[in-house]
């Protein structure tokens, strides 16, 4: 490896010229320390960045450069491995993790930035001072001047020729682990959109908008807002800064998926809500959903009990609905005891279920590397076990709605189909696609029989949302 200057290093001047030479800029220290944190102790990232952000008292202009850095790193993690271990001339197991950090922040500047490349190089190895040794300094030096050699479109063609077929091609290329791309293929096959999933494994990689809810009855959306094209109480703030809004409005506009918001929707406008009805969300930790159910059963007449098994997340669900004025108790059970003990009790049962979380890739970059297909078994298991549970606590007549943030088919129509077999005959599928268009003042281009909606990143802009809305025969 030679010590040539990459030929893109005359391409502008560098935007942190002003700083101390030799010091790494706060902005990339702040960036390097939450990709620290992500590996080292499972942390995530979106947790993280703002008290790290806050404690460096970043400009606004760092804060951003910050987080793109951070979150556009952790993306794209895969792809910039493959490209520093043909660049470094060894697999990434054998680099040091603190440096290898330090590259996979410097790949990015290189490759999928703006940042001149003499700034990404110089910067990159005062991070490396503050990791390695001196040896290490000069390893990261080379390492990105080789990076910086070719151009990001010679990278791609490298890193996706390596690939044995198509999917570790997309996998290789989106960053996205083999494994999933497979399951993100079948489960657009199912829809006849097979052609679709490059446009989805994109859109995992594209930062989502800040979306939020108006909980009806307690706020409406700010003079300026954008309303959602299908919830009817989300919307985009414009201009305004959303963490200003929900502070003002004291939580009863807050930040939640549009999906998310379509799910809870689903589940209390399917039919009039009649007073006094019992409704029940299974597992309800950290509690948008719940958030948004209390404030529709408040003004239907209902009554809401959330349960959610984490101690910690329960005490999120009360947090959650402390600005709905309607009593909710809050259960720390396990969703399977506790739908079994209340045999025929609710009227309407949110069961958003613990899944693999394929849905919010876009959104939790790192829990891509996290899950394994061994999870989706493990996880499935607790879904009918959950599933099963919530059908005895239902009503007969009583509406039920299976939710996950996953597409996967083994967590979603899979589950669904089970429990049609398993309860022959008790429960009755419910138009889901009808009742989720019947919100939306735009049309939805959902794929199936209607019984069941699949919404898509790369289709809708919402999480990968499932919802399978079912009934108990009287
Ligand atoms: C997908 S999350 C629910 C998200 C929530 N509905 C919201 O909108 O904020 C699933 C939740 O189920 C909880 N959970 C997992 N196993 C459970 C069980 N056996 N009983 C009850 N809750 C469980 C998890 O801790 C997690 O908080």
Redesign the pocket.
Same mark, same amino acid.
């Given at each position: 490896m030679s010590d040539r200057r990459p030929s893109q290093g005359r391409r502008g001047p560098s935007r942190t010229a002003s700083h101390n030479p030799g010091r790494a800029q706060p902005a990339r220290q702040v960036a390097l320390d939450v990709l620290q944190a992500v590996r080292e102790s499972d942390a995530y990232a979106n947790l993280l960045l703002p008290g790290r952000i806050a404690r460096a008292q970043l400009s606004p202009a760092d804060a951003a450069l910050a987080t793109e850095l951070t979150y556009g790193t952790l993306r794209m993690e895969g792809y910039y491995d493959r490209v520093i271990a043909r660049a470094a001339g060894r697999t990434v197991d054998r680099i040091d993790p603190p440096l290898l950090d330090v590259l996979r922040l410097g790949a990015h500047q290189l490759l999928a930035t703006r940042v001149p490349p003499h700034a990404a190089v110089n910067e990159s190895v005062a991070l490396a001072r503050t990791v390695g040794s001196r040896s290490g300094t000069g390893f990261v030096n080379g390492v990105l001047r080789e990076i910086g050699r070719h151009t990001p479109e010679e990278w791609q063609q490298r890193v996706g020729g390596d690939a044995k077929n198509e999917d570790e091609r997309l996998a290789a290329l989106t960053s996205h682990p083999a494994w999933i791309v497979r399951a993100l293929r079948r489960s657009l096959e199912a829809e006849g959109r097979e052609a679709e999933l490059p446009d989805l494994l994109d859109a995992d990689n594209t930062a989502p908008r800040v979306n939020l809810v108006a909980l009806p009855g307690l706020a409406d959306p700010p003079s300026g807002a954008r309303p959602d094209r299908y919830s009817p109480v989300g919307f985009t703030a414009g201009g305004g800064d959303p963490q200003e809004l929900m502070e003002a409005s004291g939580g009863a506009l807050r930040v939640q998926d549009e999906g998310?918001q379509l799910a %809870?929707l689903a589940l209390t406008r399917a039919r009039p809500v009649e007073p006094g009805e019992r409704w029940l /969300? !299974?597992?309800? +930790? *950290?509690? +948008?959903?719940?958030a948004l159910l209390a404030a529709e059963a408040l003004a239907g007449g209902a009554t809401l009990v959330a349960?959610?098994? =984490?101690p910690a $997340?329960a005490e999120l669900v009360r947090r959650?609905l402390a600005p709905v004025p309607l009593d909710v108790p809050v259960w720390e $059970? /396990?969703? =399977?005891a !506790?739908g079994r003990e209340h045999a025929g009790e609710f009227d309407r049962i @949110?069961l /958003? %279920? *613990?899944?693999t979380g394929l849905g919010a890739l876009r959104r939790r970059p790192e829990a891509r590397w996290r899950k394994q297909p061994k999870d989706v078994a493990e996880l499935t298991r !607790?879904q009918e076990a @959950?599933l099963d549970a919530a059908i005895v606590a239902l009503k007969p007549g009583g509406l039920l709605a299976y939710v996950?943030?996953s597409p996967h088919l083994a967590e979603t129509h899979a589950i669904v189909d089970n429990a049609l077999d398993r309860n022959d005959g008790l429960l009755e599928p419910v138009g889901t696609a009808g009742v989720v268009q019947s919100l939306a003042s735009e049309r939805l281009d959902l794929a199936g029989d209607g019984d069941r909606v699949q919404l898509w990143p790369h289709r809708h802009v919402t999480d990968a949302m499932f919802i399978a809305l079912l009934t108990k025969r009287a």
């Open positions: 998310s %809870a /969300d !299974l597992c309800a +930790g *950290p509690g +948008g959903k719940a349960n959610e098994v =984490v $997340r959650a $059970r /396990d969703g =399977v !506790l @949110l /958003d %279920a *613990p899944c !607790l @959950l996950t943030c």
